[in-house]
């Protein structure tokens, strides 16, 4: 249900950047999820659905890019899939997340007339 | 309009932005972290589902920890029971009704923070809202993230939720005192399955009921205190 709040950011930040680019809507958003992120992409999507209504963002498209998560060892860099110990197999560390805990506003593109 | 050929359509402009929607909850969060620390108070962000037994652990916790100035702040979507036996505890608690809302946000505890003064205090309870997703994301300005599971959760609780332990420094897995009637459930399996999802699995199995393993959490509240104590210092 946080995806509420999140769709409202989403919101407000993509008509302040509008406006500092004197858009006059938004054409396409692109976000990414990660797996890790704990953000479910079909509420987020019909969040963004009931809420772009009379927003900048009124005919925009929204494209949701899923992220896979990614584990990588601290020292020896490997990757490391999810699914066993999280822990590097040669250098015993603890893995370090390294892709899929995203929640981000990647691009728009804007009308500017 | 379109410069190209001067037709009147709208430019359509490219802007990479690359900004996380958590930016700005994690900004008031680095704030609400400055004023802890300010104050030497260690905040620790307890979370789990509901009936975990978070409210449980805290008072075991306020009986046994000699000498620390503890607080508390609980949320919930309704009423302010949690705050009110923490009081009877003898932790002063303030209560957060969240409404509909699934989890504290930054905001939420910074709005706290100005009605409930914690200058005072060594150590802070954020007693999230009952929940194993939505308070995962959400950085309130903690120390530490503690994760309840009890033990009648199922020892497969941490692979179904792996956002929620994956942000854990340390799991308290409660109602032991339940094991012996739980012939299924043991505390090896639990931490097999943490294993799967925490980086560096830390548990500490307790029961508030009989006091067990309550001194060892104690021990780790201290040594969080101790780490920060010398960060402090350092800087």
């Not at chain 1, 797996?35 to 987020?44: H, I, K, Y």
């Not at chain 1, 990757?79 to 892709?99: D, E, Q, S, T, W």
């Not at chain 2, 505890?89 to 009704?97: D, E, Q, Y």
């Amino acid at each position: 249900m946080h995806e509420w709040g999140l769709v409202e950011t989403l919101l407000r930040r993509a008509e302040e950047k509008a406006s500092e680019h004197g858009a006059t809507a938004v054409r396409r958003l692109t976000v990414s999820i990660g797996e890790l992120a704990g953000v479910e992409p079909d509420l987020f999507e019909a969040a963004w659905l009931e809420f772009r209504a009379g927003t900048l963002c009124a005919n925009a498209a929204l494209e949701v890019r899923s992220v896979v998560a990614e584990w990588e060892c601290p020292d020896c860099k490997a990757i490391v899939a999810a699914g066993g110990a999280l822990r590097c197999a040669a250098c015993r560390k603890p893995l370090r997340l390294r892709a899929g805990g995203e929640i981000l506003l990647e691009r728009m593109e804007l009308e500017v007339p | 309009m379109c410069e190209v050929c001067g037709c009147g359509d709208p430019e359509i402009v490219a802007v990479e932005v690359r900004e996380s929607l958590l930016e700005g909850n994690d900004r008031r969060a680095a704030h609400n972290r400055e004023h802890f620390g300010r104050h030497g108070i260690v905040a620790v962000n307890l979370m789990g589902s509901p009936g975990s037994g978070k409210t449980a652990v805290l008072e075991a916790t306020a009986k046994a920890m000699g000498g620390l100035r503890l607080g508390a702040i609980t949320a919930d979507l309704a009423t302010e029971r949690d705050a009110e036996r923490l009081r009877a505890a003898g932790i002063p608690s303030h209560a957060i009704t969240t409404g509909s809302a699934c989890h504290l946000d930054a905001a939420l505890v910074h709005r706290a923070l100005h009605e409930f003064p914690v200058a005072d205090l060594d150590l802070l309870f954020i007693e999230n809202v009952g929940n194993l997703v939505c308070p995962a994301i959400y950085d309130l300005g903690q120390a530490a993230n503690v994760v309840a599971l009890s033990v009648t959760e199922g020892e497969d609780k941490p692979l179904k939720y792996p956002v929620m332990f994956r942000r854990a420094d340390l799991v308290l897995v409660t109602k032991t005192d339940l094991l012996p009637h739980l012939p299924n459930v043991s505390l090896a399996a639990i931490e097999e399955a943490l294993g799967k999802v925490m980086p560096a699995p830390a548990t500490i199995p307790v029961s508030a009921a009989t006091g067990a393993g309550i001194p060892r959490w104690i021990e780790w509240i201290e040594r969080r205190r101790r780490e920060q104590d010398g960060r402090s210092r350092m800087e």
